[in-house]
Structure formats: C-alpha cells, structure tokens
C-alpha cells in the first residue's frame, strides 16, 4: 500500500478544524470534519468544540480503536466521549446549537476486505481497475437548509408556532435550527455526542480484489465547479496536495470561501 495525506488549513483560520487519522498498526485511516459552532466556547487552549471533536476521534482511533472491533463501535464509543467532554465543559447538551460535532469517514482494511463508515459530508470514493470509480457514501449535509424549510412549513401546517421565513435569512438563525435536524429522518447525520449518532451510521464493506486506490477527503476538497469523480481523477493525477493548492488559488481569484482541506488517498 502507498499512503498520502495532505491536511491544509483554510485560507480564514488560524487552526484546521479537521483532523486525520493514519493507524498503519491496524490499516484504519480516517478523516474528520468538525463543523464550526455556532457557541463562542474556547478550552484552556483557545481551541473550539469543532477542533476538539474531529481531535478527539482522531486520537480515540489511534490510540483507543481495537482491530477486531467494528468501525460502528469505535464511532459510538468515541461519540460517548465527546458527550463526556462536553458535560465537563459544562456545555448545555440539551441545546442542539451548543453540540460539539463532527462529520466522519474511515476505513478499515482486512486480509480480504474494506470496511467504511461514515457521517455528514466527509466522502469516501473508491477506484478499481477497470477504471470504474465509485462514491461509497452519501453526503447527508447537501441541501439541508432545503430541507429544514420543507420541515418548517410541514411544521406549520401541523400547527407549530415557528417564526416567519425572513427570520431564516439570518445566517446565525438557519444554522441553529439546522442543527436540530442532527441525526432525524431527513436531516443530516454527524457525531455530536447523542446517542441517536448510533441510528445514522453510514456502513458498508467491499472486496479489495479489483481495487487500485481509495480516497477519503473532507468537504474542503470538493471542487466548485466539478464533481467528486472528476476531483478524484484530478487528485489522481497531479496528487492530492497539489490539488489542494491549485484549490485554495481558485477560491481566493474567484473570492469562494475556502474551508480546511484534509485527504487520504491509498493506491493498491
């Protein structure tokens, strides 16, 4: 196996809120994106809830994470941590908004097999040699605020009291009730600490024979005026590092918001 990482930070920040994981020991690898909060909390470090949540499941993956385990397990029982953190942190858990998250996407390479799991828009892609790619995972972030506002309206017709649509304009106010719709049918689904994570899982496994190389990447990677499988054909070509660059220079000409960038890309 021939492994390479690229992990950049965004453009805006001054810390990457994603995180990786490379455990060769037992062939996991992982990449994390922590969705950046919406609370102002700072630990001791000056680190956010979005920055210790990817960090956490990084570190419980190589440090924590059994082989004979499965990949749902490790996900549920670094999500028990997170929510752990947080109640020491005395963040108000009972208040979507103030939830640390993070989306997830790993993978686990056995003798004859590949496991994934994933959660909210960290993708997952894999290559064979006949030339065929494939997108293992569902990016369940796409389209939420679509989403939450069919709920509003399904909502009022039902007789709830939510406010007018102009109240959702605000970027702040969408983003609080969007995070409501963590891990519920037609929402989306990250590791924010609720048991719920548990439910939303997406798992699935293939047969190594036939596969030339795997990619796993945070939204950060995805190109503005491509898709994924033309991306990963990119990456394959120049690498992932490279891409990232070339990325980060067409945000800045055409004034895109550029967010953290973090890709693992494995060739068989």
Known sequence: MEIHTSARVSLSKKVSEDAMVVNSEINVYGVFDGATPI?????????NGAYIASNLFSKYFKNHFRAEM????GIILANRRL????KLNNIDINRPEELWSTCVAIIKIEKNSLSFAQLGDCMILAEYHNGEIKILTKDTVKDISSRAKIRREKDRKKGLILPDESYYQSIKNQLIYNRSMANTVNGYTVANGTEAVGNYIQLGSIDLNNLKSILLISDGLFHPKFDLIYTFKVMKEIGLEEYSKRLEMEELKSKFY???KTGIMIRF
């Open 39 to 47: 609370s102002p909390f700072k630990n001791a470090d000056g680190m």
């Open 70 to 73: 499965p990949l749902s397990e």
């Open 83 to 86: 929510m752990e953190e947080m």
């Open 258 to 260: 550029s967010d953290d």
